[in-house]
């Protein structure tokens, strides 16, 4: 079993996706994660810049399987590059800001897809991203599109980063939750758009008790109808 979970920055869908994995006893695949392994191993190879040196990033990654790993424990993913843990050194501003183009990348892509697919034909799986559910798994039928105004997302992540919900930082915040809204919407490849199979969800006004409620209605719904098999 798939379950896509696809949505911008901060519309819930990581929360969701661990507590339904949690409360499904599957495994949770954070895709972004990949995506930022990836990333940090551009960084520390091309003196901090992934600009450019995309093809060299896939390349490694495609020669040495060892290079960047995925484990799991107790439901949680733990990511490796060159054999050290590294899932905490994921979420700095700096990477965030370079991620886009190992998520510009074709080849990047495909490799990212390939190693959650391999993860997918052994476990069952909640996954987390963008293109999940329009690209990766069109055929699943759990699709969830989670959204969220982005003032909203914006006061999530402050809670998150532990800084104020307004002052000049927030607003730093807000333009760069919508500076990735459009990037990641407007970039040409493996675009952010709701599937057109997918169950769409907004949070803005509903605590994550709520979301839950309404993602579990819908699960069992689709689990039951003849179209699961
Ligand atoms: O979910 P996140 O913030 O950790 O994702 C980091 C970046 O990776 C995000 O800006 C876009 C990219 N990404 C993607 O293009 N496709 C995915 N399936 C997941 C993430």
């Not at 006004?205 to 699960?219: C, N, P, R, T």
Request: hydrophobic letters at 40%; glycine letters at 4%.
């Amino acid at each position: 079993m798939i379950i896509a979970i696809d949505g911008p920055a901060g519309s819930g869908k990581s929360t969701v996706a661990k507590l339904l994995a949690q409360e499904l006893n599957i495994e949770y695949i954070d895709s972004g994660a990949i995506y930022r392994t990836f990333t940090l191993y551009g960084m520390q190879s091309f003196e901090g810049n992934c600009a450019g040196h995309e093809d060299q990033i896939a390349e490694a990654v495609a020669n040495n399987p060892d290079l960047i790993s995925i484990t799991y424990e107790n439901h949680s993913q733990i990511m490796w590059l060159n054999r050290k843990q590294v899932s905490k050194e994921l979420r700095v501003l700096k990477l965030t800001k370079q991620v886009k183009f190992i998520a510009d990348s074709p080849r990047c892509r495909e490799l990212v897809n390939a190693k959650i697919r391999k993860i997918s034909q052994s476990y069952s799986v909640v996954i987390d991203g963008r293109d999940i559910g329009t690209i990766v798994f069109p055929n699943t039928p759990y699709k969830f599109y989670l959204d969220a105004k982005p003032l909203v997302r914006a006061k999530r992540r402050a809670i998150d980063l532990n800084i104020p919900q307004e002052g000049e930082e927030f607003e730093e915040l807000l333009k760069s939750i919508n500076q990735r809204d459009r990037y990641d919407m407007d970039r040409e490849i493996a675009p952010l758009k709701i599937a057109d199979d997918a169950v769409h969800v907004d949070t803005s006004d509903l605590s994550i008790e709520q979301v839950m409620a309404v993602i579990l209605g819908h699960f069992e719904r689709i689990k039951q109808s003849d179209k699961v098999f």
